[in-house]
């Protein structure tokens, strides 16, 4: 149980593109998911919250504009990087809460590699 | 602010030797402490959680923490390390309000290398 996947596990785009990444709970329903960033070698960073059904809450720094978060169900968030540069390019993993069974606890998807051409 | 240090990015034991990684935190409230496993190309796993309750936490696979509020340290340990324990170990605290509902924040990470 408590299973999230992300969709697509890969992605290579061309600059000035936008890319789409799934991240959904399997077995559960989150009201909560969180979406984070890890470069190579480095420790992963908190970008968003995404509350079901209200908008996200960004960390400092982080574009909303150019990141958009929409959690539209209980069970899927979408990250779309929009206008991607080669600087975007890195691995984000998304989170989710099962509040109901589980408290506060988060599980964690596999990741989506993005790499910007 | 939370903030996590994790000493050594890489260490190194032999097998059946003693498992030791270490993690320091600071934070403005009272503190969610995770311990967190990442093999290649696969999700985070919990190992385990401090929750204010016991300060002696035990996880999955043998491996537990201790809470020192003292030294706001929170290292995570092994007694007898196992080849399949070689993997990325993170540490994490919970969010700007404490209580684990929040995003978390990460140390650097740790890469722990078996020797047989």
């Known amino acids: 149980g408590a299973v999230v996947s992300q969709h697509p596990s890969w992605v290579i785009c061309k600059s000035g593109t936008s890319v789409k990444i799934e991240c959904r709970s399997l077995d559960f329903q989150a009201t909560t998911m969180f979406w984070y960033r890890q470069f190579p070698k480095q420790s992963l960073m908190l970008m968003a919250t995404?509350?079901?059904?209200?908008?996200?809450?960004?960390e400092q720094g982080v574009e909303k504009d150019k990141f958009l978060i929409n959690h539209a169900s209980l069970t899927l968030s979408t990250l779309t990087v929009t206008s991607a540069h080669p600087e975007d390019s890195s691995f984000y993993i998304c989170s989710a809460r099962d509040v109901q069974r589980r408290g506060n606890e988060q599980f964690f998807g596999p990741g989506t590699r993005l790499t910007v051409l | 602010a939370q903030s996590v240090t994790q000493l050594g990015s890489h260490v190194s034991v032999s097998e059946g030797a003693l498992v030791l990684l270490r993690c320091n935190y600071s934070?403005?409230?009272?503190?969610?402490l995770f311990w967190y496993v990442q093999y290649p190309n696969q999700g985070l796993q919990l190992l385990l959680k401090?929750?204010?309750?016991?300060?002696l936490v035990k996880g999955i696979n043998g491996f537990e923490a201790e809470f020192k509020k003292s030294e706001t340290s929170f290292h995570l340990t092994k007694p007898s390390a196992h080849m399949s324990d070689a993997a990325e170990y993170f540490c994490a605290v919970s969010g700007k309000s404490g209580g684990g509902a929040d995003g978390l924040t990460f140390g650097k990470g740790t890469h722990l290398i078996i020797q047989p």
């Open positions: 934070s403005s409230v009272p503190p969610y």
């Open positions: 995404s509350n079901e059904g209200s908008k996200a809450t960004y």
């Open positions: 401090y929750t204010s309750a016991a300060t």
